[in-house]
């Protein structure tokens, strides 16, 4: 494990990340690769130079792992689901279940049957990934360690390629239901024609550049503003949570007790903004100009 706050705070940012190195590559523990070959990351250097295609195992990792424990709580409770008296998990889920489908159908002005299921899937996966924040810092880090894994971040979310990966799905949803909607000729004129428009031929023309720009800087500001809210509020609150540790063990337990009630808060509420922001986008993608 790291030995300086600098260090201690640099190792426990860094993802585990697997990537291709080159051939006469110098790696950090001094051996030279003789063939080109896809590896694990001895440090940030490499993990760098792994360039775009590397990818970071613990966050993949973790997303599936969560995602997988969401599905398998929601089959369990739909399998057990009973209409004499409900068990604890029946009620919890029948609580997430219904306060998703009120903020559908209170944001969501169309009819779309995968719009709801999407929600409630975004805002409990995401809920869980932000979870893991709560996790102490060093606990499942040093377990790996053990296992002989340098590297383990834990929070998927404090992962700017998973929120912008989530973000990426959602925006694509987008471009397919206003297409769907309001036809390719609807969503160019939505594009081009708003919000300056004229009834002026010349004029209009004209102004198609100029809405063409605005809007499209509007379309390709979803996506990015969705993944970059999460991942900068969780990565500021994993980033607290490490500070914290660098703290004498008196003052670890001071802090961090009260920082991590108020850390459930924005554990949930970046959940629901993501949730809702998504339903929002879609909504509007169901809005037919004509």
């Known amino acids: 494990m790291a030995g300086s706050a600098s260090e201690y705070i640099q190792h426990h940012l860094q993802n585990l990340t697997y990537g291709k190195l080159p051939a006469g590559y110098e790696r950090a523990d001094g051996t030279v690769v003789e063939q080109a070959g896809w590896t694990l990351a001895q440090n940030a250097t490499e993990a760098s130079d792994m360039g775009f295609m590397a990818l970071h195992i613990d966050s993949l990792g973790w997303s599936v792992a969560l995602g997988v424990l969401f599905l398998f709580f929601f089959r369990m409770a739909a399998k057990r689901a009973t209409s004499g008296q409900p068990g604890g998990l029946q009620n919890f889920v029948e ?64 992962d700017v390629n998973i929120t912008l990966g989530m973000s990426l799905s959602v925006f694509f949803l987008i471009i397919y239901y206003s297409l769907k909607v309001k036809g390719v000729g609807g969503f160019l004129g939505e594009l081009t024609l708003h919000p300056f428009s004229s009834d002026n031929l010349i004029l209009k023309i004209l102004l198609v550049p100029v809405n063409l720009l605005l809007e499209g800087v509007s379309l390709i500001a979803k996506p990015i503003s969705l993944a970059l809210r999460l991942f900068g509020n969780l990565y500021a609150g994993e980033l607290i949570f490490i500070l914290i540790a660098l703290l004498p063990l008196w003052a670890q337990w001071t802090l961090s007790v009260p920082w991590a009630i108020f850390h459930i808060l924005v554990i949930t509420l970046q959940a629901f903004i993501f949730m809702m922001l998504t339903i929002v986008y879609l909504s509007m993608a169901h809005e037919d100009s004509h």
């Open 95 to 158: 609580v997430m279940i219904e306060f998703v489908d009120q903020s559908v159908k209170e944001t969501f002005h169309g009819k779309n049957k995968v719009i709801a299921p999407l929600a409630l899937t975004i805002f409990c996966w995401v809920f869980l990934m932000n979870l893991m924040d709560l996790v102490p810092v060093d606990f499942l880090p040093q377990v790996f360690h053990l296992m002989g894994l340098e590297y383990m971040k834990v929070v998927p979310t404090t």
